[in-house]
């Protein structure tokens, strides 16, 4: 099947009991055994649960992947990635990442023996300097958080694999999501996202997932999952599974919106520069195009006016909420040097005052462009 039926049917037959078409919310800790051992496939829900399955299942496949499994929140997800390692691994990562990465990177494993290097994974050559003989994973996040830098995912994943093939390309594909490509296919190994954005879709519910076709690699997480137990509830499980049937008509309005509201942008005299995959003026375009089924709905930007007009504009916007996070119906607008990438101060990450990110919704376009020009003319 297709993608948009997938999302909608992956995983989620109907109850088997009463023929409910929605997946049942089973909220419930424990599950009764005939015998000791002898259950039902459910024994206790931080293991197990008939509506978690049924997520993970359709994630799974959204991926193309043989396996899923979810987590309460994508940083959740994240680190029981990072304890596959041991002291003295390397992680080669991108140069521009989430802030809560990093700060889990920097701040938390760094100080367990893991060693992080960050390079330009736009660059082909950089990514072979930086590849190390305790190179154990290549960190991708594509579009970037917040640059929107597109990093070629399967030039990537050739490069890494060469030169070992133990190495493991992961890739967090929450601005893109699924529809917008899916990794795996691509020669990454392992998926991450954040379920919070564009899966769960309408800013309700906080979570995590990864999704790989490697069934060694999958037989750790799932012990990792159960051991640590950072799991999901079945309400949270519920609302992200509701959140994926509309996926690819939200995706595809959040591709929309957010090029034409990069195109008025860009035409604005008091912008100084507009980072959207989605203009030919972006130095990755090329590769976007032909990676993504669309460009997505996150923009970056700055002003004439600098820091200073930044922090009017954000407290000016009436449609666009001042608030974290992204990928919801409604469109927000943000500063990341003081917000999501706060962490990064003082680092070669730090992000300029003068950035402004911008998660397009669903509005109509009109709007929204009406809404950023009166916040400009307000200057």
Known sequence: MHIESLAIHAGQKPDPTTGAVMTPIYQT???VQAGV???QGYEYART?????????ACLAELEGAAHGLAFASGMAAIDTILKLLD???HVLASNDVYGGTFRLFDKQYRKYGLDFSYAELTDLDAVRAGLRPNTRFVWIETPTNPRLKVVDIAAVAEIAHTQNPEIRVVVDNTFATPYLHQPLTL?????VHSTTKYLGGHSDVVGGAIQTSDTA???KLKFLQNAAGAVPGPMDCFLVLRGLKTLAVRMDRHGENALAVAQFLADHPGVADVIYPGLDTHPQHAVAARQMRNFGGM???TLKGGAEAARKLVAATRLFALAESLGGVESLIELPAG???GSTKGSPLEVGPELIRISVGLEHKQDLIEDLAQALASQ
């Open 339 to 341: 917000m999501t990438h």
């Open 299 to 301: 923009i970056s930007f």
């Open 48 to 56: 197990g649960n008939p509506t978690r399955a049924a997520l993970e």
């Open 29 to 31: 800790s424990t599950f």
């Open 87 to 89: 002291p003295g691994d």
């Open 217 to 219: 690699l999958f037989e």
């Open 37 to 39: 051992g002898e259950h």
């Open 187 to 191: 020669g990454a190994d392992v998926v």
